[in-house]
């Protein structure tokens, strides 16, 4: 089935997976060779208080997602956006031309997460969601098959691939009015 017409001139790429995974190298080094607006959700939501307070047991902001919406919805439309963000399942679907699952092995997964000091519960709640493939789940329950794609973030060398073949798309990206 043909993508509905979405107005826009540039697409809007979702970057999304486990904490840990690679976001936001990937999201920063995609807006480096492409021009697009790299938007981090986590960062943004700190920025304009757009939570309702923190969670002291996940250690993080309780992110207010109608405001989040609010807020980036004229950039949405204008196109052009990379968001960076570790849930996928309130932004609206029509928003989204590409939805990208990074993925990364659990032993790999293990040790950058601890050398980000994640210890305990936080750390297995972690690994556990990368186990059982949550985001992918999430992305695939909240958008069209055919824009999902899990790419693999493992090494160094797997960011600069992803770059390319998100770059390649971006590039090729052709709007549907
Ligand atoms: N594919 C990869 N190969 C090697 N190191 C990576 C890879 N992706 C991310 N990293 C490293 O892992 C850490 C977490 O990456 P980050 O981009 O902050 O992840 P996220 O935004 O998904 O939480 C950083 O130190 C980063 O340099
Ligand atoms: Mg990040």
Redesign the pocket.
Same mark, same amino acid.
Request: net charge neutral.
């Given at each position: 089935m043909a993508p509905p017409p979405t107005g826009r001139r540039k697409p809007n790429i979702l970057?999304t997976?486990?904490?840990?995974?690679?976001?936001?190298?990937?999201?920063?080094l995609l807006s480096d060779a492409t021009e697009f607006r790299h938007i981090?959700i986590?960062d943004l939501v700190k920025e304009k208080n757009l939570h309702d307070g923190w969670d002291d047991e996940l250690e993080c902001h309780i992110i207010n997602e109608d405001l989040v919406c609010d807020e980036l919805e004229d950039l949405m439309e204008q196109g052009g956006n990379i968001v960076?963000y570790?849930g996928c399942d309130f932004f609206p679907e029509r928003w989204f031309d590409r939805v990208v699952v %990074?993925q990364?092995d659990n032993s790999?997964l293990y040790d $950058? %997460?601890s050398? $980000?000091g994640y210890m305990g519960s936080k750390l297995t709640s972690n690994i556990e969601c990368e186990i059982f493939q949550v985001l992918l789940e999430e992305a695939r329950s909240s958008y069209r098959e055919d824009i999902v794609v899990p790419l693999?973030?493992?090494?160094?060398?797997?960011?600069s691939k992803?770059v390319t073949t998100l770059s390649d798309w971006i590039r090729s990206w052709q709007p549907t009015s």
């Open positions: 970057v997976g486990t904490p840990g995974t690679g976001k936001t190298t990937t999201s920063s981090n986590g960076d570790h %990074l990364t790999v $950058r %997460l050398n $980000r693999v973030s493992n090494c160094v060398e797997d960011i992803n």
